[in-house]
C-alpha cells in the first residue's frame, strides 16, 4: 500500500476562528499629548524624582547603563515543559535570546535568535524583552529576568507551558495600553486589526500625562504672557482635585484586573479605541469591568500582579473611609515605611502605639506575596487584613490557569445587556447561556454598529456551530461592509461548513483592506488550496511572510502547496520551517510525519506523529495516518489502537474502518474485519476498495454467491487496478 498523504482540513491551520479579532472602532481625534520631557521644563524637581519610580522606569531601550542582568554566566535556561533551551547573549553591543531543542539524533534543532529590543518592567518586581519586528510588531519574549535571590533567569509568566508562544507572542494595544506612555497613535495600526503595530518612535515610560491627561492645552496656557495662574491649572487634570471614585479611576485603569485569567477581566467599549481613555472620565465610559460570580467555587483568594485595586477593595479600610490609592501613595517619588506608617497613623493612632508586633504597618498587615498568574514575582497584597493567614505566603507556586467555568457578573459600574451577555461568552465561561442572552440582547437593544452581532457569531463558532454562525457574520457585514473581523470570520466559517468558493469571495474582500492583516492572508490561501489554487495560495502566503516570516501556519500552507506543485522537497522545507518557529505546531509536524512516511524514513516519521498527538490528542486524522505508518512498521497492536482511536474521534471515516479492516485481516481476526469493511460500505456504498476486500474474505470462507456480488461492484471502480483485480476475480 501507498502511505496516504495527510491532505485533509484540519492540516490547514487558521481556519477554525481561533484567533480573536477585535472588535473595536477607531475614533479619530486630536489626542492633545505634548512630548513628556516638556513636563520637566517647569516641574523639573518632580520629572527627576518621577523618573526613579516603578512607573517611571516601565519601559525603555536597553543599555549599558540600565543593564542589571547576566549574559555572560548563568545565562541559560532549560525549560522542561517545552522541551527547549534557552541563551541570553551580548554580540557587538546588543542583546539576544537564542533558542534551540536537540534531535533524536542529539544535534541542535529548531533554532531562533531574536534580538532583545526594549525592556518592560522596572527590574524590582521582573524584566520582561520584547522583539520588534520589521513590520512594526512587539513581540513578547520568552525568558524573563527576576531580581530575586540575587537575580535570574527564568521563563516569563504564561510561558512555562509546552505550548507557549516564544517569540511570536504579540504585544496587543491593551498591554501597551498599561506598561507605557501612549504610542503615537497616527502611526498605530488599524484598530481593527488583530495585528497591533507600532510607529518607530516609542515614549520610554509612563509619563505625567497618563494621570494629568493631555498637556498640549496646559503648555499653551503656560507658554501665554500673563495668564492667571488658576487657568493654567484649569487646563490640565489635577487627580487630587477629583471626585473619590474619578480619582480611582485614574489608578483602576492600569492597577485594577479582577483575573488574568479567561473570564474576560474587562471588555473596552466597540465605540472606544485603543488609548482613548482620559483621567477625569469614568473608566465605566471607556471599558467595563468584570468578575466570577460569588459562590462560583472559584478561588476568592487568589493573589495575581495587577491586583493591586481589586485588593485593596476588599479591605474595610477601603469600605469604611474615603481613602483612595494616593492616601497612602505618592504617585511622583518613592516612599518610605516611615510615610506609611504615618499614614496609617491618622486613623490608628492609638492601636498601634499600644500593639505593635513589627517595624511598620505593613509588614503585619500588607504581606508580600508570591503572584500566582506570575510565580517569580513577590509583591504587596494590598488586601489590608488584621491577621496573616497562616501559610507561607512566598513559597514556590506552579504556574497555573484554572479555568473558569461559571456565570459572569459585573464589577463595579452596571453593564448593559449587550456587553453583559458579550461577557459570558467571550472565553467560553458561560457559553451557553451567554449566547442566548446575547441573542435576546441584540433583538431588545437593536444596536447599529456590527460588533455584537460578530461576537454572537464567535460565541456559535466556539459552541461547534459553525453553519448557525454565518448568518450573524453576514448581518455584520450587511452593517458594515469593510469590517475585517466578521469578513475574516464569515470567511472561516464558510470554510469549516464546506463551502470554499464563498469562503474565497468573502476572503478576498478582508484580505484587500489596509493595512494587509496575515490573519486574513493566510485563511484566504487555506480557501485557495481547497480549490486546488496552490499558484494563488502562494502568492498570499509570500505576501504574509514579507510581513511577519515567524508565521508557522503560514510556512505549513505553504507547504502543502507545494506538494499541490508536485514539489515535496520544497514542501519539506517549509514544513520544516514552521517548525522551526513553532515546534510542537501540530498540523506541520503531522504534514512533515506523512511525507517522511511516504519517504520510507519510518523513524522520523513516527518521532514527528507523536509530536503531533502530543500537541492535538484529538485529531482523528492524524491518529488513522499514525496508525497506517505503525501498519508499514509492523507494529500491529499499536496500529490497531490508532484506528480504533480515530473511529472513536471520527466514526464515519470510511478509509479509517478499511484500514482497520485490513489490519485485522493481517493479525487473523476475520470476522472483525468483515464488520468494518461492511461499516465502511456503509457510510461509502460505491467504495471500491471496501468491495474488493470483502468479496475476497466472503469467497475465502466458501460465501461466493455474495462475493460476486461484492466482485461486481469493484469492477466498476475508476481504478483500474482495482478493477481489473475484481475482473480478474470474476473470470
Not at 180 to 195: A, F, I, K, M, R
Not at 232 to 243: F, G, H, T
Not at 259 to 286: C, H, K, Q, V, W
Not at 375 to 391: C, E, G, N, W
Request: hydrophobic residues 35%; glycine residues 6%.
Amino acid at each position: 500500500m501507498n502511505f496516504r498523504l495527510w491532505l485533509g482540513l484540519c492540516a490547514l491551520a487558521g481556519i477554525s476562528c481561533n484567533h480573536q479579532v477585535s472588535t473595536i472602532a477607531s475614533v479619530k481625534t486630536d489626542p492633545g499629548y505634548v512630548d513628556t520631557a516638556t513636563c520637566a521644563t517647569c516641574h523639573a524637581e518632580i520629572a527627576a524624582n518621577y523618573r526613579k519610580t516603578g512607573m517611571g522606569r516601565s519601559f525603555y531601550r536597553p543599555s549599558p547603563s540600565n543593564r542589571v542582568e547576566d549574559f555572560s554566566k548563568r545565562n541559560t535556561l532549560f525549560n522542561r515543559a517545552s522541551n527547549r533551551y534557552y541563551t541570553m547573549t551580548e554580540r557587538d553591543g546588543k542583546l539576544y535570546q537564542r533558542r534551540h531543542q536537540i534531535s533524536p539524533e542529539g544535534k541542535e534543532t529548531n533554532v531562533v535568535e531574536v534580538s532583545m529590543d526594549y525592556v518592560i518592567g522596572s527590574g524590582n518586581h521582573a524584566r520582561t524583552y520584547l522583539h520588534r519586528s520589521p513590520e512594526g510588531k512587539l513581540l513578547e519574549m520568552p525568558v524573563s529576568w527576576y531580581p530575586e535571590n540575587g537575580g535570574y533567569w527564568a521563563m516569563s509568566p504564561g510561558y512555562d507551558r509546552s505550548d507557549h508562544q516564544d517569540f511570536r507572542r504579540p504585544v496587543g494595544y491593551d498591554c501597551m495600553f498599561c506598561h507605557n506612555s501612549y504610542p503615537d497613535v497616527t502611526q498605530v495600526s488599524d484598530p481593527g486589526s488583530d495585528e497591533p503595530l507600532y510607529g518607530a518612535k516609542m515614549t520610554e515610560g509612563i509619563d505625567c500625562q497618563r494621570c494629568h491627561g493631555p498637556g498640549k492645552a496646559h503648555v499653551q496656557a503656560a507658554s501665554k504672557s500673563g495668564e492667571k495662574p488658576e487657568v493654567i491649572r484649569a487646563a490640565i487634570v489635577n487627580p487630587k482635585k477629583l471626585s473619590r471614585e474619578l480619582q480611582l479611576d485614574v489608578c483602576r485603569q492600569c492597577h485594577m484586573e479582577t483575573t488574568s485569567l479567561r473570564l474576560p477581566n474587562a471588555i473596552r467599549r466597540f465605540d472606544r479605541a485603543p488609548f482613548s481613555y482620559r483621567p477625569g472620565e469614568p473608566l465605566s465610559g471607556y471599558e467595563l469591568l468584570f468578575d466570577h460570580a460569588p459562590n462560583s467555587g472559584a478561588d476568592e483568594d487568589r493573589f495575581e500582579v495587577a491586583h493591586a485595586a481589586y485588593r485593596l477593595e476588599k479591605s474595610a479600610c477601603f469600605r469604611s473611609s474615603q481613602m483612595t490609592c494616593i492616601t497612602c501613595h505618592d504617585p511622583h517619588k518613592r516612599e518610605t515605611p516611615e510615610h506609611f506608617n504615618q499614614v496609617c497613623g491618622t486613623c490608628h493612632a492609638t492601636v498601634h502605639a499600644a500593639k505593635s508586633q513589627g517595624p511598620d504597618c505593613i509588614t503585619c498587615h500588607m504581606w508580600k506575596r508570591r503572584a500566582e498568574d506570575a510565580v517569580h514575582l513577590s509583591m504587596t497584597d494590598h488586601f489590608i487584613q488584621r491577621r496573616k493567614p497562616a501559610r507561607n505566603l512566598l513559597a514556590p507556586l506552579a504556574e497555573s490557569a484554572p479555568p473558569y467555568k461559571g456565570k459572569v457578573v459585573p464589577y463595579g459600574a452596571k453593564a448593559d445587556p449587550l456587553y453583559l451577555a458579550t461577557a459570558q461568552t467571550l472565553h467560553s465561561s458561560n457559553l451557553d447561556a451567554g449566547i442566548q442572552d446575547l441573542e435576546q440582547a441584540i433583538a431588545s437593544e437593536k444596536p447599529t454598529g456590527p460588533e455584537f452581532h460578530t461576537e454572537l457569531g464567535a460565541a456559535l463558532v466556539r459552541q461547534g456551530h459553525p453553519d448557525t454562525a454565518t448568518k450573524w457574520f453576514e448581518e455584520a457585514v450587511r452593517r458594515k461592509p469593510d469590517h475585517r473581523p466578521a469578513l475574516s470570520k464569515l470567511a472561516a466559517a464558510y470554510l469549516t461548513t464546506g463551502q470554499p468558493a464563498r469562503a474565497i469571495e468573502v476572503g478576498e474582500k478582508a484580505a484587500a483592506i489596509e493595512p494587509p492583516d496575515t490573519f486574513s492572508l493566510t485563511d484566504l490561501a487555506n480557501a485557495y488550496l481547497q480549490q486546488n489554487r496552490a499558484e494563488d495560495a502562494q502568492r498570499l502566503l509570500q505576501k504574509a511572510l514579507a510581513l511577519d516570516p515567524q508565521l508557522p501556519e503560514a510556512h505549513n500552507l505553504m507547504g502543502l502547496a507545494w506538494l499541490r506543485k508536485s514539489d515535496p522537497a520544497q514542501g519539506e522545507a517549509a514544513f520544516r520551517e514552521a517548525l522551526r518557529h513553532q515546534p510542537e505546531h501540530a498540523e506541520a509536524n503531522a504534514n512533515l510525519a506523512s511525507l517522511l512516511a511516504g519517504k520510507k524514513d519510518y523513524a522520523r516519521a513516527d518521532y514527528h506523529f507523536r509530536l503531533a498527538l502530543n500537541a492535538n490528542p484529538q485529531a482523528a486524522e492524524t491518529h488513522h495516518s499514525y496508525g497506517f505508518l505503525l501498519t508499514l512498521m509492523n507494529r500491529l497492536e499499536p496500529a490497531q489502537a490508532e484506528f480504533e482511536t480515530a473511529l472513536r474521534l471520527a466514526p464515519g471515516n470510511a478509509q479509517t474502518h478499511i484500514d482497520l479492516a485490513d489490519l485485522l485481516v493481517s493479525r487473523r481476526q476475520p470476522q472483525q474485519a468483515e464488520t468494518e469493511y461492511r461499516k465502511a460500505l456503509g457510510i461509502t456504498p460505491a467504495n471500491a476498495e471496501a468491495h474488493l476486500a470483502l468479496a475476497r474474505l466472503l469467497a475465502r470462507r466458501g460465501n461466493t454467491v455474495e462475493a460476486r456480488d461484492h466482485y461486481q461492484k469493484a469492477a466498476m471502480s475508476q481504478d483500474p487496478e482495482l478493477r481489473e483485480e475484481a475482473l480478474k476475480a470474476l473470470r
